[in-house]
């Protein structure tokens, strides 16, 4: 069975600074995707980052990056200077090769940043 | 890039009443589509997955006659709750598959959500 586990319920963090959201997983696939999403309070879910199992490089995009280590497998995301605006819900999810149209999602990190 | 649009963003019904929400495809055909709920401060569970042209798959623990699922065109997806009560008030929220070069590369892209309150 596959699982993903984010063991911070909420964060508070300063503005500018970096933050690390912990994502943890368990899957028997070898081959699978990890994802990162944004809630904000509308609800919409706004997709950030994406990392294959086999990508050998850490995945970027603008202020994200995915600390993927698959020997421990977690894939953190780190966001560097933090600004007001990514205050939100984030969820760390993964999609199993075996059933690629499923994705299953972790319990979600409230990141609050402070002026 | 793409987008899924859902449609109410939110509804406020009477207990007894049915309730369809719409989720549709933008700017590419979404053979697949899956819908999930949300309860307050918690993470989002599937419940379906929508096929184009054949009957929805459930999850484990959802009602296929309360939930009623139908994806009858490449770009729209419907999920009517038939029937609801107080307990099915919860944030609904679909999302759409792009297909792209197969496998876990083929990301999702999620409408903006329906809150459902039943009095």
């Known amino acids: 069975a596959q699982k993903i586990t984010q063991t911070q319920p909420g964060m508070f963090v300063q503005e500018k600074e970096a933050v690390t959201l912990d994502c943890t997983y368990d899957?028997?696939?070898?081959?699978?995707?990890l994802f990162w999403y944004k809630q904000p309070s509308s609800g919409e879910m706004i997709f950030l980052i994406y990392?294959?199992?086999?990508?050998?490089q850490n995945a970027t995009e603008g202020r994200y990056s995915l600390n993927f280590q698959k020997a421990r497998k977690s894939a953190n995301l780190v966001i560097s200077a933090s600004q007001l605006g990514d205050s939100a819900m984030y969820f760390c999810?993964?999609?199993?090769?075996?059933?690629?149209?499923?994705?299953?999602f972790g319990s979600g990190t409230r990141l609050s940043i402070r002026p | 890039g793409a987008v899924v649009s859902q449609h109410p963003s939110w509804v406020i019904c009477k207990s007894g009443t049915s309730v369809k929400i719409e989720c549709r495809s933008l700017?590419?055909?979404?053979?697949?589509m899956f819908w999930y709920r949300q309860f307050p401060k918690q993470s989002l569970m599937l419940m379906a997955t929508?096929?184009?042209?054949?009957?929805?798959?459930?999850e484990q623990g959802v009602e296929k006659d309360k939930f009623l699922i139908n994806h009858a065109s490449l770009t729209l997806s419907t999920l009517t709750v038939t029937s609801a009560h107080p307990e099915d008030s919860s944030f609904y929220i679909c999302s759409a598959r792009r297909p792209g070069t197969g496998g876990v590369n083929e990301k999702l892209f999620f409408g903006s959500g329906t809150q459902l309150s039943v009095l």
């Open positions: 899957t028997s696939d070898q081959s699978y995707g």
């Open positions: 999810a993964m999609s199993p090769y075996s059933s690629a149209s499923k994705i299953i």
């Open positions: 929508s096929n184009e042209g054949s009957k929805a798959t459930y």
């Open positions: 990392q294959g199992s086999y990508d050998e």
């Open positions: 700017d590419f055909q979404a053979t697949t």
